[in-house]
């Protein structure tokens, strides 16, 4: 069955990056692109971009350009989005989704970013 | 600020009927790719609810339903129950923007 696993919860302080990753199983890695969204305590999903996981190529959010950057490991199936010069209303759920079409049929569970000095 | 407009929150009986707005523009859920919401539980993965507009995946009870009229959307939720107490988000594709939009998210109170 389709799974998406992502890392552990973070604790970083402002000014520095997190990576967060997110292992998919279940489905053909390279067949479908993966989006990252976030939901910042008491604030909506709010989409921050996608990856082709075939090519490499990435759209981000124009919020999100300049600190922003995902990644993929073909090998291991695994997606990462890594996000630099935090501040404190980084602080927020991260998801891992896959699409189909123009909505997600599948999320990670999530991975709690909290930004702090 | 969200680009679809949603409710902050909803509330209803058990058993009772509910029904969560989702506005748009013609360059969002007017355009051809439609609406689909999401249901957001405390520490769980989000699920896909409606798709397209107002079709359902397997395993999700007919008691949710979607509708869409041209740049609005509804997600109606019928008999009422105390697990369906959650947030609710309505998502679609923006071709002004060129990236996908989510509403602000509607929080439901089974009272």
């Known amino acids: 069955q389709v799974q998406l696993v992502q890392s552990g919860a973070e604790v970083q302080k402002p000014g520095t990056s997190v990576k967060v990753s997110c292992k998919t199983s279940?489905?053909?890695?390279?067949?479908?692109?993966m989006h990252w969204v976030r939901q910042a305590p008491g604030q909506g999903l709010e989409w921050m971009g996608i990856?082709?996981?075939?090519?490499?190529?990435?759209t981000y959010a124009p919020k999100f350009r300049g600190r922003v950057t995902m990644t993929r490991d073909t090998s291991t199936s695994t997606v990462y989005m890594e996000l630099s010069g935090l501040r404190s209303d980084d602080t927020a759920v991260y998801y891992c989704?896959?699409?189909?079409?123009?909505?997600?049929?599948?999320w990670g569970q999530g991975t709690l970013v909290t930004v702090s000095s | 600020q969200s680009v679809l407009t949603q409710p902050p929150s909803v509330s209803g009986a058990p058993g009772h009927r509910v029904t969560i707005s989702c506005t748009g523009s013609s360059s969002n859920i007017g355009a051809t790719s439609g609406v689909h919401w999401y249901q957001l539980l405390p520490k769980t993965a989000p699920k896909l609810l409606i798709y397209g507009n107002s079709n359902r995946p397997s395993g999700v009870p007919d008691r949710f339903s979607g509708s869409k009229s041209g740049t609005s959307a509804s997600l109606a939720i019928t008999g009422l129950q105390a697990e369906d107490e959650a947030d609710y988000y309505c998502q679609s594709y923006d071709i002004s923007l060129s990236g996908w939009v989510f509403g602000g998210g509607t929080k439901l109170t089974v009272l």
């Open positions: 279940g489905f053909t890695f390279i067949s479908y692109y």
């Open positions: 990856i082709d996981t075939s090519a490499g190529s990435t």
């Open positions: 989704a896959r699409p189909l079409g123009t909505y997600y049929d599948f």
